[in-house]
């Protein structure tokens, strides 16, 4: 698992509530993601990091920020979660030109 | 930005015979293609890549190949096993930014 961990695995909570995901890794990565996962779309990429406080937007960034204060954490903050933001959402780290997955967050917005 | 179409969705074989899933992509500048294979409840996992610069990549039972003049790569997995059973994406990436992904195929290995 590259030494990726995200939490929490599951959770659920009711729309307009603020919502903080975060990933965690312990080889000293430089570049992190966040994608989300829904059926019929495969994995889509929300943001991404390329170094502590840098940041960049992915494909489907609307309705989400990321910070990067530590090398280590990556989090992905919902502002205030909408239903349509029910999904699963995987962090990864790239080691060269491969990108490797942490196990995921189940996330359900009522 | 790039597109990724993957087919087919769904591919059932009996066990023993080969797959094949297809992919094609629409960004020239992609230089990077690899192949995740994914089971019930967990992250996508690294199976195999091969970057623009080469045509063919083999890893025991499973083989990349990529034609850049048409901008597609496929997957082959020969003597296929039960545990072969999973949903395979394939991706494409140009840049520093993430990969694009292709919608997957959900394998299906008939005893």
């Known amino acids: 698992d590259a030494g990726i961990t995200q939490s929490p695995r599951h959770k659920v909570t009711e729309t307009g509530t603020p919502v903080t995901l975060r990933c965690h890794q312990t080889e000293n990565h430089r570049y992190m993601y966040w994608y989300r996962q829904d059926p019929g779309h495969g994995l889509r990429l929300i943001h991404y990091?390329?170094?502590?406080?840098?940041?960049d937007k992915g494909e489907v960034s609307d309705g989400y920020s990321v910070s990067r204060s530590k090398t280590e954490d990556f989090l992905l903050t919902l502002e205030s979660a909408t239903s349509s933001q029910t999904s699963v959402y995987f962090c990864?780290?790239?080691?060269?030109?491969?990108?490797?997955f942490g196990p995921g967050t189940r996330l359900t917005v009522l | 930005g790039e597109n990724v179409e993957q087919h087919p969705s769904t591919l059932s074989v009996q066990e023993g015979d080969s797959a094949v899933i297809k992919c094609t992509y629409s960004d020239s500048a992609s230089n990077y293609f690899p192949w995740y294979k994914q089971e019930l409840g967990k992250g996508p996992q690294l199976i195999i890549d091969i970057r623009s610069n080469v045509g063919e990549k083999k890893d025991q039972r499973i083989a990349v190949t990529l034609n850049k003049t048409a901008k597609h790569f496929s997957l082959h997995i020969t003597e296929t096993q039960p545990e072969d059973s999973a949903v395979y994406f394939c991706?494409?990436?140009?840049?520093?930014?993430?990969?694009?992904f292709g919608k997957g195929t959900h394998l299906i290995i008939q005893p």
């Open positions: 990091s390329y170094g502590v406080k840098d940041t």
């Open positions: 991706a494409a990436r140009g840049g520093a930014d993430g990969l694009t």
């Open positions: 990864a780290i790239r080691e060269v030109d491969e990108q490797f």
